[in-house]
């Protein structure tokens, strides 16, 4: 139990002891169990009892759950509750962490997802009788497909990971179609780390291309390394340094031209969403994050979606089942698709996420430019007004997300993970530490659209404050945060032995 004791300072000026209430530290449920104590009361047993081992077999039943904990219902209640006010969220506060857009959703969205014909429809109905569910992914389809200026969909992928190896395996499934699958895929070092991963799980051999100075693609450098080996470029754009690749189109034709394909991840459309289309500028496949563009609830590994979109020459390779509208107007599953990939996911995918990104896309319309422009001017005008005090290593100009680094701060032995700590006392949560790889000591900062003037000036105002900090008084920023219930976790022990079991 939380027996700590703290000291009260009483007005008489004496000293009190109080146990501390575990509104200011949650303990474990199991260790408010007592023998006996239950959340509810059963009426007498009016039935004959039923044996569960005869019923169920010893194999689905067991005596007893080790050190199972005996609580009342309103301990149950109140240690949910309280640990739920321990989560930072959006709804508090500004979420600045980089590349994972942590963007405002609007509650029409959840209002929508939970209209009762939605979110009762069972996946498993006949299509006759699914005709509004298939026209909500039929429509959202067509929105994604006019934002990106590609031909063809599928809405399975439930992560941009995934999205991202459902377009390898199509990308392959193309080029064997033609002959050769092909052995590589060029990925530059300012993509995101899952794109190394997903490339490896299709069975392609990774090849590292180097950035410029400038934090480019370096087309001399793509030249010599586009060989007929090369499947696939598989480039985030914008890239994780937050900025957009200026030569795409080149760089797309100089992959055409030896018949490999562009592959773009997506996951950060919000920086161009309604401005440019990467169907124009020579993408042949991506994915988009709808957990991050478009708004969708995301964090602690929940359900996301990563929509592949495809030009016409891949369209024959997508996941089945496709959605289809027929020429009586009816919308259907066509499983009859002989040069697919295959299934990537039971059903359609998660067709909540999917719900609500078309309500976010219809609530914007062609407003969502306003979103990406909002969300690009956020980020420039944290950058502006943070320059003279971080270390802008890449000095391209921003788009969604502004890269620092701590290099200054680094004299004082203060390093980007102090800052993001020390944010936290502030009201913040931290921003995107150490990523970029190709930025040491990141500190990766993307506002979104969400955040007002006001709220963008407190940031800085908290940034500013910590940069004073850090010279004046960097044990401070070193040892932070000041304000939580722990402060600095052993993050290399969870992570290297994690405990996921209470133990009696
Ligand atoms: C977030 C992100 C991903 C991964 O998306 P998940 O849904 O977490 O799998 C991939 N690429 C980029 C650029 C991202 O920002």
Redesign the pocket.
């Known amino acids: 139990m939380n027996s700590k004791s703290i000291d009260i300072e009483a007005s008489a000026g004496k000293i009190l002891k109080v146990r501390e209430h575990p509104n200011q530290n949650e303990g474990l449920i199991f260790e408010k169990s007592a023998p006996g104590k239950r959340g509810m009361e059963l009426p007498p047993l009016d039935v004959p009892a039923v044996d569960p081992v005869k019923a169920l077999g010893s194999e689905f039943t067991r005596d007893a759950i080790e050190g199972f904990p005996e609580v009342s219902e309103i301990e149950v209640i109140r240690h949910f509750t309280r640990l739920s006010t321990w989560n930072y969220a959006i709804d508090l506060g500004m979420y600045p962490l980089g590349?994972?857009t942590m963007k405002y959703n609007p509650r029409v969205n959840e209002f929508v997802a939970r209209l009762d014909g939605l979110a009762t429809e069972h996946p498993e109905q006949p299509a006759e009788v699914s005709q509004g569910c298939l026209r909500i992914l039929y429509d959202l389809q067509k929105c994604l497909l006019s934002i990106t200026g590609m031909d063809a969909a599928t809405l399975q992928p439930v992560?941009?990971?995934?999205g991202?190896l459902t377009g390898l395996l199509m990308i392959r499934a193309y080029l064997q179609s033609q002959g050769n699958p092909r052995k590589t895929v060029l990925i530059p070092d300012s993509a995101?780390g899952?794109?190394p991963a997903s490339v490896v799980i299709a069975g392609y051999e990774v090849k590292n291309i180097k950035s410029n100075a400038r934090g480019q693609i370096d087309t001399d450098h793509l030249r010599e390394f586009c060989t007929e080996d090369v499947a696939a470029l598989m480039l985030?754009n914008p890239s994780?340094l937050g900025v957009f690749e200026e030569r795409i189109a080149e760089i797309a034709a100089i992959l055409h031209e030896r018949g490999a394909l562009l592959y773009m991840?997506g996951?950060?459309m919000n920086a161009l969403a309604g401005v440019t289309r990467p169907g124009d500028f020579g993408v042949d496949v991506m994915h988009l994050?709808l957990?991050?563009t478009f708004s969708t609830p995301h964090g602690g590994g929940g359900p996301?979606a990563?929509p592949v979109l495809v030009k016409r020459i891949l369209e024959p390779f997508l996941p089945v089942p496709v959605v289809l509208q027929k020429e009586d107007g009816k919308f259907a599953l066509d499983f009859n698709r002989p040069k697919s990939v295959g299934r990537v996911r039971a059903y359609c995918g998660n067709f909540g996420v999917l719900l609500r990104a078309l309500a976010y896309t219809l609530a914007y319309g062609p407003g969502m430019r306003q979103a990406t422009e909002d969300a690009v001017l956020n980020s420039n005008y944290i950058r502006k007004k943070l320059e003279d005090v971080f270390d802008l290593p890449y000095s391209l100009p921003s788009m969604h997300e502004v890269v620092f680094s701590d290099a200054r701060q680094k004299k004082h032995g203060v390093n980007t993970m102090d800052i993001a700590k020390r944010l936290i006392d502030y009201g913040f949560h931290p921003y995107t530490t150490a990523f970029p790889l190709i930025v040491p000591g990141a500190m990766m900062i993307e506002p979104t659209e969400s955040e007002s003037k006001e709220e963008c000036d407190f940031f800085i105002e908290a940034m500013r404050s910590i940069a004073a900090e850090a010279e004046t008084n960097p044990e401070l920023v070193k040892t932070a945060p000041h304000s939580t219930r722990v402060g600095r976790l052993d993050e290399v022990a969870a992570a290297r032995k994690p405990i996921l079991r209470w133990k009696p």
Do not use: L, M, P
Request: glycine residues 16%; negative net charge.
């Open positions: 590349s994972c992560a941009g990971a995934q991202e995101h899952t794109n985030t994780t991840d996951a950060n994050n957990h991050k996301g990563g």
